[in-house]
Each structure stands twice: as C-alpha cells, then as structure tokens.
C-alpha cells in the first residue's frame, strides 16, 4: 500500500506513471486526458485495494474465538463481493503500468 501511495503521489508530480508510454499507446488523446484517466484507475484501485485490505482484517478478527474460525453468513456474502473486487482492482492495477 505504501508504494501504491508513493507512487500515485507521482502521477501529481511527474504528469502521470509511464506518461511517455501511455502517449504511444493513446493516439490522438491529449496529455490532460490519458492524465486523467490514469489519476482514475488509479484511484479506483486504490479504493478496492483498501476496501480487500481492511476487510480481509475485519474477516480474522470477527473469527477470533470462534470455533474453527467458522466465518457468518455476511462474511460469506462479502467475501463472495469482495473476489471479484480485487480481480477488477487487479485489472486496473494492470493498466497503471
């Protein structure tokens, strides 16, 4: 989380991650443009890393005690919401390099 923080504090200072790149690969769009959508991606990544991150904590700590740590059916039916939330976070993460 830290070098994703470091790092999207960049896009700020340098007119984006792999600006260069992203120019090549963007034809016809203008530097404000493929800026902004890196600055989206790369918010939207962050959020559902975060959201994984602070509910995969939540997860282990509501099981402590717990007979064979035997999760609830709302942790069931978040988890279940949280999978495809990381495979979509990876996916934009994917974009950003």
Request: charged residues 15%; glycine residues 14%; proline residues 3%.
């Given at each position: ?31 404000d443009e493929i800026i902004d ?61």
């Open positions: 989380m830290t070098s994703g923080i470091s790092e999207f504090a960049e896009l700020y200072k340098r007119n984006g991650i792999n600006h260069q790149d992203k120019k090549l690969t963007n034809p016809g769009k203008s530097g959508k890196a600055v989206n991606v790369g918010m939207w990544h962050g959020i559902l890393n975060t959201a994984s991150f602070v509910y995969s904590g939540y997860a282990v700590w509501s099981r402590i005690g717990k007979e064979f740590w035997r999760p609830t059916g709302r942790q069931v039916w978040i988890s279940a919401l949280m999978v495809p939330a990381v495979g979509v976070s990876a996916a934009l993460g994917g974009e950003l390099g």
